[in-house]
C-alpha cells in the first residue's frame, strides 16, 4: 500500500496507473474506520483496478468546534486496517496542504432546500463543506467510480447533486448502511459512547424499522409522533429531529400517497454524541 500526504505526489502516482489503463475507485473518508468503510473499500475493489481511500478531518464542514475537536482521529491504526484491507493507495493531508489559503467559507453551488433542511438546519453550512471538500478530492483523484453511504442520505443526495451539476466525471455509488449485530447504524461517532449509552443506542433502529413496519397503515403524522415519543422514553435519549420524507427533495411528506419514494430520517443525542440513521420506507 502506497501512503501519500502531499497532493502532487498522489497526482504523479495515479496519472502513472491511469497511463496503464487503469480504472480508479474512490473512498473519502474521515479515519476512524470501521466495517462500514470497509464495506465502502471491499466495493471499490471488486469494482476497480485501483481503491484510494483519503483520511481527512475537513474542518470546514463542521459547524461546532468541541464536535471537530472530540472527532476521533488514529491515523496509525487507520492506515494498519486500510493495509489488511488491500487498499492500494492512501491520501491523508494536513489541513495546509488541502487550504494552502486558509479555510474556504463559501462555495458555487447553492443545494437550495436539500442544503437547507435536516441535517443542514441543524448543521449551518455542513454541506458546504463537504461540497467543498468532495470536490476538491475528486479534482485530485479523479477516479472514475467514488463510493458514498446511505448513511448520510442527505450527503450522498448532495454528491449527486454537485457531480450532476458540475458534470463531474464520475460515477457516484451509493452502499447500504452497515450495522452492528443489534442494529445500530456503524458510526465513527459510536466510539464516543459511554457504555451505558451504547446499550440505549439500538432503540433508533428499533423505531425506525416499526416506522417502515407501520408505513401506510399509520398516518404520517402518528407514527412520527409515537417514535419521537418512543425514542426520548429512553433517558439521555434527545430527538433533534424525525422527519419521514421524500427520498430526493426530502421534502416532508404528509399523506401515503408518494409512498414509493419516502424516507425517515432522523438525529438524536445520546448524551453529548449526535447520532443520525434513516430508513428507507416500502423499499
Ligand atoms: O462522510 C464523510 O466521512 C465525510 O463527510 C466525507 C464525505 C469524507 C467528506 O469529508
Same mark, same amino acid.
Given at each position: 500500500?502506497?501512503?501519500?500526504? /502531499?497532493?502532487? +505526489? /498522489?497526482?504523479?502516482? /495515479? *496519472?502513472?496507473? $491511469?497511463?496503464?489503463?487503469?480504472?480508479? !475507485?474512490?473512498? &473519502?473518508?474521515?479515519?476512524?474506520?470501521?466495517?462500514?468503510?470497509?464495506?465502502?473499500?471491499? $466495493? *471499490?475493489?471488486?469494482?476497480?483496478?485501483?481503491?484510494?481511500?483519503?483520511?481527512?478531518?475537513?474542518?470546514?464542514?463542521?459547524?461546532?468546534?468541541? @464536535?471537530?475537536?472530540?472527532?476521533?482521529?488514529?491515523?496509525?491504526?487507520?492506515?494498519?486496517?486500510?493495509?489488511?484491507?488491500?487498499?492500494?493507495?492512501?491520501?491523508?493531508?494536513?489541513? =495546509?496542504?488541502?487550504?494552502?489559503?486558509?479555510?474556504? %467559507?463559501?462555495?458555487? #453551488? +447553492?443545494?437550495?432546500?436539500?442544503?437547507?433542511?435536516?441535517?443542514?438546519?441543524?448543521?449551518?453550512?455542513?454541506?458546504?463543506?463537504?461540497?467543498?471538500?468532495?470536490?476538491?478530492?475528486? @479534482?485530485?483523484?479523479?477516479?472514475?467510480?467514488?463510493?458514498?453511504?446511505?448513511?448520510?442520505?442527505?450527503?450522498?443526495?448532495?454528491?449527486?447533486?454537485?457531480?450532476?451539476?458540475?458534470?463531474?466525471?464520475?460515477?457516484? =455509488?451509493?452502499?447500504?448502511?452497515?450495522?452492528? &449485530?443489534?442494529?445500530?447504524?456503524? *458510526?465513527?461517532?459510536?466510539? $464516543?459512547?459511554?457504555? !451505558?449509552? $451504547?446499550?440505549?443506542?439500538?432503540?433508533?433502529?428499533?423505531?425506525? *424499522?416499526?416506522?417502515?413496519?407501520?408505513?401506510?397503515?399509520?398516518?404520517?403524522?402518528?407514527?412520527?409522533?409515537?417514535? =419521537?415519543?418512543?425514542?426520548?422514553?429512553?433517558? !439521555?435519549?434527545?430527538?433533534?429531529?424525525?422527519?419521514?420524507? @421524500?427520498?430526493?427533495?426530502?421534502?416532508?411528506?404528509?399523506?401515503?400517497?408518494?409512498?414509493?419514494?419516502? #424516507?425517515?430520517?432522523?438525529?438524536?443525542?445520546?448524551? %453529548?454524541?449526535?447520532?443520525?440513521?434513516?430508513?428507507?420506507?416500502?423499499?
Amino acid at each position: 500500500m502506497k501512503q501519500f500526504s /502531499l497532493i502532487k +505526489d /498522489l497526482r504523479k502516482e /495515479l *496519472s502513472k496507473e $491511469r497511463k496503464k489503463g487503469k480504472t480508479i !475507485g474512490f473512498v &473519502p473518508t474521515m479515519g476512524a474506520l470501521h466495517e462500514g468503510h470497509l464495506s465502502l473499500l471491499n $466495493r *471499490s475493489k471488486a469494482e476497480n483496478d485501483i481503491t484510494v481511500c483519503s483520511i481527512f478531518v475537513n474542518p470546514v464542514q463542521f459547524n461546532n468546534k468541541n @464536535d471537530l475537536e472530540l472527532y476521533p482521529r488514529n491515523l496509525a491504526q487507520d492506515l494498519k486496517i486500510l493495509e489488511k484491507t488491500g487498499c492500494d493507495l492512501t491520501f491523508a493531508p494536513e489541513v =495546509i496542504e488541502m487550504y494552502p489559503e486558509g479555510l474556504p %467559507d463559501h462555495f458555487t #453551488i +447553492d443545494f437550495g432546500y436539500l442544503e437547507r433542511t435536516l441535517e443542514g438546519k441543524f448543521r449551518q453550512g455542513h454541506f458546504k463543506g463537504v461540497a467543498i471538500v468532495v470536490k476538491k478530492l475528486l @479534482d485530485i483523484v479523479e477516479p472514475h467510480k467514488a463510493y458514498f453511504g446511505k448513511k448520510d442520505y442527505q450527503q450522498l443526495l448532495i454528491i449527486r447533486q454537485l457531480a450532476a451539476r458540475l458534470q463531474l466525471p464520475v460515477e457516484i =455509488i451509493a452502499c447500504e448502511t452497515m450495522r452492528e &449485530p443489534d442494529g445500530l447504524a456503524m *458510526s465513527s461517532r459510536n466510539l $464516543r459512547l459511554t457504555i !451505558g449509552e $451504547r446499550k440505549i443506542a439500538p432503540v433508533i433502529y428499533e423505531v425506525l *424499522s416499526y416506522v417502515k413496519d407501520n408505513s401506510g397503515i399509520m398516518s404520517v403524522k402518528k407514527l412520527k409522533n409515537w417514535a =419521537i415519543k418512543k425514542i426520548q422514553k429512553n433517558p !439521555g435519549l434527545i430527538v433533534e429531529y424525525f422527519e419521514i420524507a @421524500d427520498n430526493e427533495t426530502l421534502l416532508p411528506i404528509v399523506k401515503w400517497d408518494q409512498k414509493e419514494k419516502a #424516507i425517515a430520517c432522523t438525529s438524536i443525542y445520546l448524551g %453529548d454524541v449526535r447520532l443520525i440513521d434513516n430508513i428507507e420506507l416500502f423499499s
